[in-house]
């Protein structure tokens, strides 16, 4: 099975829409941050710097409560290292919609509110990426 080229498209349009609703640009992640943070909760992520501070966005499966609990664990570690988090539903997802659940981390400087990122997202009509038709290779 192949994917659709149009996939990866779809993925980088929602990601700027997410920048442009949010009013922010895209940032790499501060070297300070990424060292406080250690281990990413997901290797699919991007960061964005708003007015308000840096929010990094991950993509984590949900497709278990195992793997929801696990990434819950995760991210207490985090908060007692000063970083704030919130789960967003997974309408919001940039990669599978259904099979993934963005966590927005903010670090211990920022102050980004995740209600009104959420807000904003909803009253934007924002709906993430819908998994594609797959397509069989002969």
Do not use: Y
């Not at 996939?7 to 992640?29: N, P, T």
């Not at 966005?57 to 929801?68: H, K, L, R």
Request: charged share 25%; net charge positive; aromatic share 8%.
């Amino acid at each position: 099975m192949v994917m659709p080229d149009s996939w990866m498209d779809d993925q980088i349009a929602a990601r700027r829409s997410i920048g442009k609703i949010l009013g922010g640009r895209f940032s790499q992640l501060p070297q300070r941050v990424e060292k406080l943070m250690g281990w990413p909760p997901s290797r699919h992520r991007f960061t964005l710097r708003l007015p308000e501070g840096l929010v990094v966005w991950f993509e984590c499966w949900c497709n278990s409560d195992a793997v929801i609990e696990a990434k819950r664990a995760e991210v207490r570690v985090l908060s007692q290292r000063g970083f704030r988090s919130a789960f967003l539903t997974t309408n919001f997802s940039t990669r599978c919609v259904g099979d993934r659940r963005p966590l927005l981390l903010a670090p211990p400087e920022s102050e980004v509110d995740f209600d009104q990122i959420a807000q904003r997202l909803v009253e934007a009509n924002f709906v993430g990426v819908r998994m594609p038709e797959l397509t069989a290779t002969v």
